[in-house]
């Protein structure tokens, strides 16, 4: 199984607190998701986050299809770092590090994912043609909506 890396890094107007409260609710992930993804979460407790705390979520990340998603926290250092990994989902593996450090400027936010896709050399296929793309596009629509919340003020 072939393992990928994607890692962005943005510089966030907002102190760590402010950062945190936002990206460690679920809540606010389909403001920083394209609508096309169709994202939405069906499956929720509302409590603030912790370590093994379920998240399902329907997403239709090509031609319309209706995928579920089950995520699970791993980790939480509140105002520090949150860990989710797929539990069901599109893909073989989904590890996603979500780390926020102050900066004299605000907060420094890294998202690094490690990810693998099943069905072996048609999922490396899949990589190279769609997916990897379209987690760029993911990343970057993001990076749009939190310069937009955060940034512009």
Not at 16 to 43: H, R, Y
Not at 123 to 138: A, D, W, Y
Request: one cysteine or more.
């Amino acid at each position: 199984m072939k393992v990928y890396t994607k890692e962005t890094v943005q510089y966030v107007n907002a102190s760590v607190e402010e950062c945190w409260a936002f990206f460690s609710s679920p809540k606010n992930l389909q403001k920083i998701t394209p609508e096309d993804m169709g994202f939405q979460i069906t499956d929720f407790d509302n409590k603030p986050m912790y370590a093994g705390q379920i998240i399902q979520y329907k997403v239709s990340p090509l031609l319309g299809l209706k995928l579920s998603w089950m995520t699970v926290i791993t980790y939480v250092k509140d105002n520090s770092y949150f860990v989710d990994e797929q539990r069901f989902g599109p893909y073989a593996l989904w590890h996603h590090k979500h780390f926020f450090e102050a900066t004299e400027k605000g907060t420094k936010m890294t998202d690094l994912v490690h990810y693998a896709l099943p069905l072996g050399f048609l999922g490396r296929i899949m990589n190279s043609l769609v997916v990897e793309n379209k987690l760029k596009e993911i990343f970057d629509y993001r990076r749009l909506k939190v310069d937009e919340m955060f940034n512009s003020k």
